[in-house]
């Protein structure tokens, strides 16, 4: 069984920096991916990446400002937030995929974190 610990979420203002974490435990072997969810909004996709490496998906509003990273040996995905702005304020979740066969749709995705709070302030 897989498990899936986000941290890292809090308040920071316009333009500001936070990186959130995802500890995994159990055994992945596709993608993990973040997704958010704003408060009265679907929740969308954010980024994705191939648990071996190598293979890298944004979605647009994100891409030049954050950066989706792995450590294998620690089991730990990161996402790096830069330049963020208020419209990116939502909880963040990880999610990992059982099939190597997912894209950007959260009920492709097998596995879920609790979510973790960002809040950006203008």
């Known amino acids: 069984q897989v498990q899936l610990v986000e941290s890292g979420g809090g308040l920071v203002q316009a333009g500001g920096s936070l990186r959130l974490s995802c500890a995994a435990s159990?055994?992945?072997?596709?993608?993990v991916g973040w997704f958010r969810q704003g408060p009265g909004k679907e929740r969308e996709f954010v980024a994705r990446?191939?648990?071996?490496?190598?293979?890298?998906y944004y979605t647009d509003s994100v891409k030049g400002r954050f950066t989706i990273s792995i450590d294998n040996a620690k089991k730990t995905v990161y996402l790096q937030m830069n330049s963020l702005k208020p419209e990116d304020t939502a909880v963040y979740y990880c999610?990992?995929?059982?099939?190597?066969?997912?894209?950007?749709?959260?009920?492709?995705?097998?596995?879920w974190g609790q979510g973790t709070q960002v809040t950006v302030s203008s």
């Open positions: 159990g055994r992945i072997s596709s993608y």
């Open positions: 990446i191939l648990w071996s490496g190598g293979v890298i």
């Open positions: 999610a990992a995929a059982k099939s190597i066969f997912v894209g950007s749709r959260p009920h492709e995705y097998d596995y």
